[in-house]
């Protein structure tokens, strides 16, 4: 059925009860990196190590301040009128070797009062177990690239559906991890920042899936009966789409490049226990051009295809932008798992970027176009947006009608995808509450509805105009006035 792509309302009224939020990272906005029992993870280990590996060897040892200062975000998470909050916990500080050998009570204390504080005022948090942020004591024994792991972070959800779950009804196993496989462990640009170029992505991400589909049984059968949460995992996608529509050979790249992207882990989670066919043969031919043995994307035992299988339950990505895509034959047979696919994936050169120097161009209508592609191809799922955000550069003004202008599109856009197309959007999460620590780019792209002063020790915040606007799409639940 086609949809007509034009809206006629004078306003834009979203569905009842639907989920307006913003989301945080404990590592971006937490700092406290070693108070109170708390153990190191890898990110305090990358950054302490300089090497310029972040911009200007900035660290979170601070950042935001949030550990010791709740208050001051909930302050803002009730200015906003928002429904839902969706962070993350530290790992290390409730469990500083990342084992239940030893917890962390201070870490507990700590989260226990932000759930209760926003259940308080009437704010659903949405709980994410591991945002990029590994105790370094589990690196050490190989992180990511050991099986060993899977049942180190089921013990792990277990103990956090145990202490919290009785509050906490909408979980995030893993935050994004196929970001996570390619810039920690195929490109080391992530720590522990060692490249295992065309091997590593394959290898960890076929731990986290199984990590998380163990973790989503242990909910289903220990504590979904009594606690009556879901649980499922964010994964990162931009929508790609063929950069001559009329060429097959386009169309099939971008294909390709939507299967890397977003169905490798989509399709054994949502479908059936396996990777996408397409990537399966790709991989499996540029190996044995390459003089291995075997394909370099490992294989689902059965059992654990069966285990995989239909272990999630709401489908969240975080949608920033679109590329473009043409079929490029990788002829030098280079060891990347981009280049497996043989596509070129480029931006229009016509698209606005949102900050000089950023990766982020605008382009609403992608969001539409990811939406309605899950909608097809993952049977109809609950769909949350679970980031969207738009960077600017430091010192940032605090009128950014440039971003507020990206959001609005993005709420038309989403608008669209539920009236016009039956997408079953049940929630938005805007990226970030506050300006953080933005990984890599440290403190030089701010992403925050509200402005940090990171020079004062105090680290005040303050609404950008884009939080006020945003905060009346909250209380009336949708755009009012022209559009």
Known sequence: ????????????????????????????????????????????????????????????????????????????IKQLGLTHYRFSLSWSRLLPDGTTGFINQKGIDYYNKMIDDLLANGVIPMVTLYHFDLPQHLEDQGGWKTGAIVEVFDAYAQFCFGTFGDRVKLWITINEPNVLAFFAYEKGKFPPGIPNPGTGAYQTAHNMIKAHAKAWHSYDSLFRKKQNGQVSLAIFSPWVAPA??????????AKRAMALALDLFAKPIFIDGDYPAVLKSQVA???????????????????????????????????????????????????????????????????????????????????RELLKYIKDTYNNPV????????????????????????????????????????????????????????????????????????????????????AMEYAKVIQNNGIKGPL
């Open 1 to 76: 059925m086609a949809f007509s792509s034009t809206l006629n309302h004078e306003e834009l009224t979203f569905p009842e009860g639907f989920c307006w939020g913003a989301a945080t990272a404990a590592y971006q906005i937490e700092g406290g990196w070693d108070a109170d029992g708390k153990g190191p993870n890898v990110w305090d280990t990358f950054t302490h190590q300089g090497g310029d590996r972040v911009f200007r060897n900035q660290t979170a040892d601070v950042a935001c301040g949030s550990y010791a200062r709740w208050e001051e975000d909930l302050k803002c």
């Open 244 to 253: 001559d529509p009329a060429s097959v050979t386009d169309q099939e790249a």
């Open 285 to 367: 031919a540029m190996s044995k051009k390459q003089g291995f043995l075997s394909s370099r994307l490992p294989e689902f035992t059965e059992e654990e295809k069966r285990m995989i299988k239909g272990s999630a339950d709401f489908f969240a990505v975080q949608y920033y932008t679109t590329r473009l895509a043409k079929h490029h034959e990788n002829s030098e047979g280079e060891l990347n798992c981009l280049k497996d696919i043989n596509v070129e994936i480029f931006p229009d050169p016509s698209w606005q970027v949102s900050q000089q120097g950023s990766w982020i161009h605008v382009v609403p209508w992608g969001i």
């Open 383 to 466: 769909i949350y947006i679970t980031e969207n955000g738009f960077p600017q550069g430091d010192p940032a003004p605090l009128d950014d009608t440039q971003r507020w202008e990206y959001f609005r599109q993005m709420i038309q856009e989403l608008y669209k995808a539920i009236h016009l197309d039956e997408v079953n959007l049940q929630g938005y999460y805007v990226w970030s509450l506050l300006d953080n620590f933005e990984w890599t780019d440290g403190y030089s792209f701010r992403f925050g509805l509200y402005y940090v002063d990171f020079d004062n020790p105090a680290l005040p915040r303050f609404p950008y105009k884009s």
